[in-house]
Structures are given as C-alpha cells and as structure tokens.
C-alpha cells in the first residue's frame, strides 16, 4: 500500500508537531509511513470497526503471523515504517519497549499504545530470528509443508534486496573490498530504495532514518528512495501515442519495449553523428517527481514536468523523451547521494539490484550522472560491473 499517498493532510498534520522521533525519519513523516495511513484509518473507518482490530501489521509480518500465528513483531517494519525507536529499545532508561508514548498522544493515536503497546506488538525480533513455533498446522496444510517448519522473522522487500547484495566480495573486480559504510544498495522497481549504512547514526534532511538494526544487525540505515522510477517509465511510454507503434516493432523483434526503445536510441545516435546516446535528449528535460518527493526533498505534493516538447509525436520523440526521463531518475539517485554524503556518509559505489537493472541503458545513466563505481546484480545469471571514465 506504499503507493497510496491518501494519508498527505495525515502526515502534514503529523509533521506540523515537531515531535523529537520525527528526527528519526529524516524530519518529515511520509503519507507512504504506517502512522499517516491509521491515522486516516482512525478517522476514515466506524469507531466500531477501529476499535475492533486487535493489530496493525505491516505485509512482511502480516505473512509471518499468517504462517505460525504468532504476532512477533520484526524491527525491521517497525523502525522503518511505524516509528519505533529500536536504538532506545536497547537502553535501560529507553522508551517503553521502544515506543515513545508522547508521540502517539501528540497525533491523536494514544489508544495503540493500551495494552502494553498489543496492536503494534511488544515482541520484537530481529530479521531471521524464528518465530513461535514455525509453521501452523492450517498453514503447513496450506502450503505443502511439514508442520513446525522455522519461520524467519520478516524483513521488507527493499531491505531484504539491499541485505542481498550490499556485502557482496568485490575483490575480484576492485583490486580490495570497499568498506560497507562506502556502499549504496540502490533496489530498483516500480520505485527505487537507496540504502546506505553507518557505524553511528547519521541524520540526513529528507532522507529516512537513521534506523537501528533494520537492515544489518548493530549498525544504522538511511533510506533515500524516488515514489516512482519503473512506474514512471512505464508511464510516460504508454501515454505517448507512439506506443503502439513501438509495442507492434517490439513484438515482431521478440524484445522488450525498453530494448526497441534502447535500439532505436542507438540508431538517432548514429544518423545524427552524436557520441553518445544521452545528447539526444539536450533540449528535453523532465522532472520526474509525479508522485512527489520521496527525497531529499521530501514533498509528497510536489509534481512532475516536461520542458522541450513540440508538436511532433512520432516514435523518435517517444524515444527521446525515454531517455530524458532515465536521465532524470538517474539525477533524482545523485541528489540523494549528494544529500547522504554531505551529511557524514562516504558512499561510492552502488550497488544496482531489481527489475530495472535488466536495462543496460538505466544501469549505464547510472554510472554516467552519479560517476561512481556502478556493481549490477541481475537475478541469479551475472554479476557486471561497469565505471564511468
């Protein structure tokens, strides 16, 4: 339910408190977080139907309790997403289980933290750790496996992709490994996740976090991210009405819409004597927030814009309009980096996963706009690695 931004006026009134655990977010609650979304439920559903839930859960834990039954909580979710401040959880004189109570009260949520915090859970474990007694007998029925099978404690889907490569060796490719806290683990899909770790909480303008233990046990997160990347390439592809155009020369060629479009690139090059592809899009330029800002900027009200557009409309202009649109996510990735790096990191080298790596021409715009070390791990089949001169 990322992608529903319902909760704006929610989280505007949230941010409009200044509360002290908003510092742990990057100083701006998104309407993407848990407590815009209840607060909407709050004040959306029938007190009825409000105070007859018994837990919010976010999906990761939703399948975990689904599976054992048991409503173990992983601090991945809830540092991430519900605000809980798992560095205090660890203190003897911290937050109660880690919930600050004064938050709750200041937005008008004061009744999740009844009952010893039981609907956003007082047993929290790290990612991986088991849960309960593993699987149930309805689940294990359900799903074809023996009962009591270990259950993990969930991780988000960003954050398990970022666990997945950002330790990866690179001695091979670097002549010696680069230190963790020198790497970004970039998750691109519909959106995209830019997750880079520190040794001490690092406070970053707009950007999430710090975040204790959400991703790496003992060490601290910041989560940059764009609301639309995959999305919005589909999106500005399928409105233009070359499309079909482009969708009918994809299918006869048995490739992708982006492989057509990143040939066809290839070819304008050529026939204008242009270098490089990128000097296509000179006089197009695209600002990609049409779902807001996810950071640095952190405005979820602000839109998108397309400058340098004509009244021509053939497969040339969609083509063009493409690339100036990968270039600008690719901008969107340096501005981030650029924040997180001013603000005490040292990152540079990304590590790119997820659907949009299988695109050779996002994964080289990459390189290109951020000039650092680009490493692409694409599914199970290569490891490539590529540096912009």
């Known amino acids: 339910m990322w992608l529903d931004h319902r909760a704006v006026k929610q989280a505007q009134m949230i941010n409009d408190t200044k509360h002290k655990v908003l510092s742990y977010v990057g100083g701006t609650i998104s309407p993407e977080m848990e407590m815009p979304k209840l607060l909407w439920l709050k004040q959306n559903l029938s007190s009825d139907g409000w105070d007859k839930t018994a837990i919010f859960l976010e999906l990761p834990e939703f399948l975990s309790y689904k599976a054992t039954g048991d409503p173990t909580r992983s601090i991945c979710s809830l540092v991430c997403k519900f605000n809980y401040l798992g560095h205090e959880s660890q203190l003897p004189k911290g937050c109660p289980n880690g919930w600050d109570h004064s938050f709750f009260n200041a937005i008008g949520l004061e009744d999740l933290v009844k009952a010893h915090n039981s609907k956003l859970g ?28 270990p259950v993990g404690t969930s991780i988000i889907d960003a954050h398990a992709g970022g666990l997945g490569v950002i330790g990866a060796d690179l001695s091979s490719l670097l002549n010696g490994n680069k230190p963790l806290t020198s790497r970004m683990a970039v998750i691109c899909g519909t959106s995209s996740c830019h997750m880079a770790l520190s040794q001490e909480p690092t406070f970053v303008p707009g950007v999430w976090g710090p975040y204790f233990c959400a991703m790496v046990p003992s060490l601290w997160l910041n989560e940059g991210g764009q609301s ?5 390439l589909d999106h500005i592809i399928e409105m233009h009405v070359a499309y079909p155009e482009l969708k009918e020369k994809a299918g006869k060629s048995g490739s992708s819409i982006y492989e057509e479009l990143n040939s066809h690139l290839t070819v304008m090059a050529e026939k204008r004597r242009l270098e490089n592809v990128a000097l296509l899009s000179q006089d197009v330029h695209v600002m990609p927030d049409f779902h807001g800002n996810r950071s640095p900027i952190a405005d979820p009200n602000m839109t998108g814009m397309i400058c ?10 969609l083509a063009v ?17 650029e924040s997180m790096n001013k603000s005490g990191h040292s990152i540079d080298t990304l590590f790119l996963c997820g659907g949009l790596t299988k695109n050779k021409l996002f994964i080289q715009t990459h390189a290109d706009v951020t000039g650092g070390y680009i490493v692409c791990l694409i599914g199970s089949k290569s490891n490539n690695h590529d540096k912009n001169a």
């Open 308 to 317: 340098g557009l004509t009244l021509a409309s053939d497969l040339d202009v």
């Open 122 to 149: 007082s047993n929290v474990k790290n990612p991986g750790e088991p849960v309960g007694n593993g699987l149930t007998k309805t689940a294990a029925a359900d799903l074809g496996l023996r009962e009591g099978l």
């Open 228 to 232: 639309v990347t995959g999305k919005l």
């Open 321 to 337: 309009l493409y690339v100036a649109t990968l270039q600008a996510i690719a901008h969107g990735s340096r501005h981030i980096i």
